[in-house]
């Protein structure tokens, strides 16, 4: 037989499926509270896994919402798993990562660079999204999270500077916002320096 968490799931995620030709929306505090519900009586190892699981079985339109409240609910349960749950997660629904990460970045400050990393590997073509959503979230961080998005995830580089600066050809150290400042408050020069080239013992301003 199954148990009374599994079929509260089962009609949670039926209920979910009947949304799939219509709008996105959130989801109502009962289904929120079915989620919580399934998530908190998971064995902790399992979160991971029953996360996934999860948001595999919602209905398309439904997967980021319903994303969101599992990744939320397992954090709650047990701050440890925010990494693993995000990756397997977003691996689960590689269009989630966005609003997952930040939703876990919001409520585990504290392992906000190992979360952009996990989202940034298991949605690489999302690397930039997701450094920008968690930087709404946690502004002080966006700095150290694009840096350690772009170790991760190399050839997101240039997207990830053009969105945090306007301007693709900046360099890691020099990570800026849109708001005309580099993340750590100084202005940026309005031109680029003149490139100087010489060879070696040769002082560049002479012939």
Same mark, same amino acid.
């Given at each position: 037989m199954k148990?009374?968490?599994?079929?509260?799931?089962? #009609?949670?995620? +039926?209920?979910?499926?009947?949304? =799939?030709?219509?709008?996105?929306?959130?989801?109502t505090e009962k289904e929120v509270s079915a989620i919580n519900k399934t998530i908190k009586e998971a064995p902790a190892a399992d979160l991971p896994v029953k996360a996934a699981e999860m948001v595999t079985q919602?209905?398309?339109k439904e997967k980021e919402a319903v994303a969101v409240a599992v990744v939320? #609910?397992?954090? +709650?349960?047990?701050?440890?798993? =925010?990494?693993?749950?995000?990756?397997?997660?977003?691996k689960a629904a590689p269009l989630t990562a966005p609003a997952v990460a930040a939703a876990a970045a919001k409520l585990a400050p504290d392992q906000v660079e190992a979360i952009a990393t996990a989202a940034a590997l298991a949605a690489p073509e999302l690397a930039d999204k997701i450094v920008a959503a968690i #930087?709404?979230?946690?502004?002080?961080?966006?700095e150290r999270v694009a840096k350690a998005v772009m170790l991760a995830v190399p050839q997101a580089q240039a997207k990830i500077r053009q969105r945090t600066s306007g301007n693709s050809q900046a360099g890691?150290?020099?990570?800026?916002?849109?708001?005309?400042t580099r993340v750590d408050g100084s202005a940026f020069p309005s031109s680029a320096p003149p490139a100087a080239y010489a060879s070696p013992g040769k002082d560049p301003g002479h012939n």
């Open positions: 148990k009374p968490n599994e079929f509260a799931l089962a #009609a949670l995620l +039926a209920g979910l499926t009947c949304f =799939a030709t219509t709008p996105a929306q959130a989801l919602s209905a398309k939320r #609910a397992a954090i +709650a349960k047990k701050p440890a798993s =925010a990494v693993s749950v995000v990756s397997s997660v977003v #930087a709404e979230v946690n502004p002080k961080a966006e890691i150290g020099e990570t800026y916002s849109s708001s005309g």
